[in-house]
């Protein structure tokens, strides 16, 4: 089937068009690159071609104005809006936040040809009516400022236009309107004789009025690409239809003589499968490709690709998708080629953590004098970047960082940096100051540059640089320049703040260009990017309702309704667009496959768009030679995928000494409910000792928080050891803030808590250790003990198949109360306990389900503690100090007849549990229960 743009090099080649003066104008560059490859096939001697243009570079040429950045823009904005307000005026980094959705309404405006002095009018008297009060009350100061910054949207808007157009520059709606405004004046820049329009969809009305002038007063031909499935005569107006059918009205131009019907009457085998989440479908068409290569590689040339392209509806999947892929076939002799026209995006990229963990180092040196935040510097030492930077002494970023958290020092003065890092023959000091570039005295240009010389002296120094580190570090030395620019122009306004949330949003638009060919190779495109190209085979990913198409609201000061009323661009707009490319792309296609999320979730999973809805039931009805196939895939990708992600982990001789080395320091109880929990976190933490911790704590967190009350506690009871506690003594200890600002401070080292969180959690902490304190008076009245232990560690060793293994464990407090000279085991809980954690059916329950792990732990303590005094007579249980009110909670055993009993039963499992743990034939086996991986700290290992 002929493509449409060999139809369109054919009209250029038969209508004269290489012959005068003429201009072809499309969608797109890549159009351009595509078409003159089909006139290049076409004509084989040489000829001069017409010149080339998208239809927003054709305005920019005519009206002489260049399109200025968004950033260039949003400055432009500010310096009006601050001109406007005066010491009124907030600071650039709150006023960016604004910029973007303010400059698309105007931009919206412009192309739109509305009023903008009615439609600010009415949006401030909406903004009034809002902020007026019906019971008569003064509008508040900041109720003012509100009404007032909308009062003076329309002078920002034509002071902006003003600024712009003298400087020569302007957003691409001023531009056209710009050009709608001044036509005649500017008619010498249309130097062409003939005008022709190729696969045009969508049009502005300032768009609208400018080519309806090129029409009337030139050669000028249209070539649209349409079929009669959404454009026919008969034909109720289809959304995909709906923009060309109201181009050719308004220019008052014939409709296309001959409508094909592609959709209706040509062969196609339509796929249409549920899969599973988005790593699901980029998963399937990994293994798509992998399988029917047959499909995808010329068998008459192997290192081309059939005309195959992958389209993302969700643009979002590339990276994922970049994952998936195969980069040759089965047998690996046969290269498949790729070209990614969306580029790699650097949003999330490692220079994005790199340049956001050292703007916020930036900033916190400006804005105060304790140095650098520590969590801001373990952020930046973390970044491969910097660990690139270092070279040789990138290993020392784990000792620096390990030190730091060790310590839990908030701040970090250069004094300080310099003595961690006075390490003999290591310049990693001064290596660390080029990389920050920070002097209180410069200049944010001059910082900016001192940054910029460094990457580019690490880039030089490198050898053996992964190319796309590479790649990455050169775009973020053209962004710095482009910065540095900026700041230069910008000093008197521009902040450190506000350059992180313009690095960031270049960051966030910027790609990296990968090797490909834009001519050969699977195409991996967004829906956009497929304007006027054809491909037989089609993959779509993401068609889903609220995805393809996208149904988002737009962000917009301007309400829906003045919206409608003054013809600006309403989301429905942006439906009809998307549904038009969606159903051009598949007229000259004959292998699709629409592949939608059957997964049903907050994010757009479970619901077919509704195109595929069109094609299921209006489609199929009208073609005969559509062979249209509907299912659901699950078995398949989610085996593939539980298959990736099993881990089973053989014991290595390393993996048994290091479970022997265990054996003889010690199993713990937490030790031993982490195995339960899962097999694999014992690996993690306990075989590898594999660190979670990568932050200090900014505020005193809940682990910190029990070892104070634990420790505070000890210093309250020890006193009594081995006697009776006495009740008046203990009285004393209320409210004794000294001894726990001293806990405090050992444990949260520089930690401010005279103010904020951590005074709030000082107080919880003190008023948690006086309720503990006077339940325990009641308590002691009602019932003399004699104090036994506190704190106390406790081991014993087994011998166990001929090996001594030991046992270990501390135990919080231990009582006996003297009137029934019951032992009482008590563990402290700083959390919340209820009564059913500790009611016990079996011992077996707490060697499967941890949810058992509370009743594991008291009763492993009291099974170590239970020979020592060969006393049935014992009890073990919690008291939680978060719900006091409840007491000592005690371990309740159903079904036995004694302690001992119990016991005997829980020795017998836990040398079971032992022999699995050490049995060389057994694995390491991730749980089956995927619940437990939600809030495991190795959950980003094991990729579940």
Known sequence: MKKFLKQAAEKIINEGYTETQSVVILPNRRSEVFLKEEIKRLNKSNIWLPEFYPVDEFIQKVSGLKKADNITTS????????????????????????????????????????????????????????????????????????????????????????????????????????????????????????????????????????????????????????????????????????????????????????????????????????????????????????????????????????????????????????????????????????????????KNSQIDHFFSSWADIIISLNNNNKGIKTNELINMLNSPIVKHLLHNDSWLCEVIIKNLITNNVSFVTFEDLKELLSIEGSDLYQKLLKIISY????????????????????????????????????????????????????????????????????????????????????????????????FDNIYILSVNEGVLPKTANIDSFIPFDIRRENKLPLPSDNSDIYAYHFFRLLQRGTNITLVYNSDTDKLGGGEKSRFILQIENELSKINPKLDLICKTISTDISKSVNKESAIDIVKTQEILKRIDDISKSGYSASLFNSFITCPLKFYFSQILRLNTTTSLEQSIEANTFGTIVHEALEIIYKPFLGKEIDVASVRKSLNNRKVLTLIFNKYYKNGNISYGKNLLIFEVANNTINNFVNWDIKNLKKAPSILLSAEKKISKDIIIKGSAIKFKGVIDRVDSIISTRTIRIIDYKTGGVETKDLIINNTQDLFIDPKFAKAFQVTYYAWLFNPQIKNDNIETGIISTRNISRGFIPLVLKQFSSVNEYFSEFENSIFNLIHEISDPDIPFVQTQDIKRCTWCDYKSICNR
């Open 75 to 346: 400055f432009e904005l500010y310096n009006v809006y601050a001109k406007i307000e005066g010491n009124k005026a907030k600071t650039i980094d709150d006023f960016l936040t604004w910029a973007p959705v303010i400059l698309s309404d105007f931009n919206d405006i412009d192309n739109s040809l509305a009023d903008a002095k009615e439609i600010y009018e009415q949006l401030s008297a909406i903004k009034a009516i809002q902020a007026w009060n019906p019971d008569g009350r003064p509008l508040t100061e900041l109720q003012l400022n509100y009404l007032r910054f909308f009062n003076s949207m329309y002078q920002y808007y034509t002071e902006l236009s003003s600024v712009l157009i003298s400087k020569g520059i302007g957003y691409q709606g001023l531009i056209s309107k710009y050009l709608v405004e001044n036509i005649s004046s500017l008619s010498h820049n249309l130097q062409w004789n003939n005008y022709l329009f190729v696969g045009i969809n969508a049009l502005s009305e300032a768009e609208l009025q400018i080519i309806d002038h090129v029409n009337q007063a030139y050669n000028t031909d249209f070539i649209w690409d349409v079929d009669d499935f959404y454009f026919g005569k008969t034909v109720l107006q289809h959304e995909a239809g709906k923009h060309i059918q109201h181009i050719i009205n308004r220019l008052k131009i014939p409709p296309p003589e001959k409508v094909e019907k592609r959709l209706a009457e040509t062969k196609k085998t339509i796929r249409i499968l549920g899969v599973p989440k988005s790593i699901g479908q980029v998963k399937f068409i990994g293994q798509e490709l992998s399988q029917n290569t047959h499909n995808i590689i010329n068998q008459d040339n192997k290192s081309e690709a059939l005309n195959t392209a992958i389209v993302l509806g969700n643009e979002q999947l590339v990276i994922p998708l970049l994952h998936s892929l195969p980069f040759s076939t089965l047998n690996n002799n046969t290269p498949i080629p790729y070209n990614l026209t969306l580029g790699y995006p650097l």
């Open 439 to 534: 002097n209180k005295t410069n200049s944010i240009s001059t910082t900016l540059d001192g940054l910029k010389i460094t990457l580019i002296e690490g880039v030089k120094e490198t050898k053996n640089i992964n190319i796309l580190l590479h790649e990455q570090l050169q775009t973020l030395i053209k962004i710095l320049g482009k910065l540095t620019d900026l700041a230069k122009n910008n000093e008197s306004t521009l902040n450190f703040t506000a350059l992180k949330k313009v690095g960031k949003q270049l960051i966030g638009q910027s790609n990296i260009d990968l090797v490909g060919e834009p001519l050969r190779g699977i195409q991996i495109m967004g829906m956009l990017e497929t304007r006027t190209l054809d």
